[in-house]
Nanobody, 114 residues
Framework: QVQLVESGGGLVHPGGSLRLSCAAS????????MRWYRQYPGKERDMVAE???????NYADSVKGRFTISRDNAKDTLYLQMNNLKLEDTAVYYC????????WGQGTQVTVSS
């Protein structure tokens, strides 16, 4: 059974940093593309970053240079290092496994506020 569990969200001031984690269960992790999405209230989820099984990463323009996606295949864990956070980064962040019909985590709230 595939499970994705996010952690690391919270409240941070503008300019601050957070690191999100997504722990995956199952033996699939190292073979699939993993993504981080975020969702604003009443909006659809937008991709923030993705990392392929070989390590190639891509980012949304809005987070380039500030966010870094990484993966530890030995720990079956996906990360999102978020630096220089802005008010507009406030959202619920989800990890996603691009396999079969796709799997989502439960989400973690990130709030950037002064």
């Amino acid at each position: 059974q595939v499970q994705l569990v996010e952690s690391g969200g919270g409240l941070v001031h503008p300019g601050g940093s957070l690191r999100l984690s997504c722990a995956a269960s199952g033996s699939f992790f190292r073979f699939v593309t993993m993504r981080w999405y975020r969702q604003y209230p009443g909006k659809e989820r937008d991709m923030v970053a993705e990392i392929h099984s070989g390590g190639l990463a891509n980012y949304a323009d809005s987070v380039k240079g500030r966010f870094t996606i990484s993966r530890d295949n030995a720990k079956d864990t996906l990360y999102l290092q978020m630096n220089n956070l802005k008010l507009e980064d406030t959202a619920v962040y989800y990890c996603y496994a691009d396999m079969m019909s796709g799997y989502w985590g439960q989400g973690t709230q990130v709030t950037v506020s002064s």
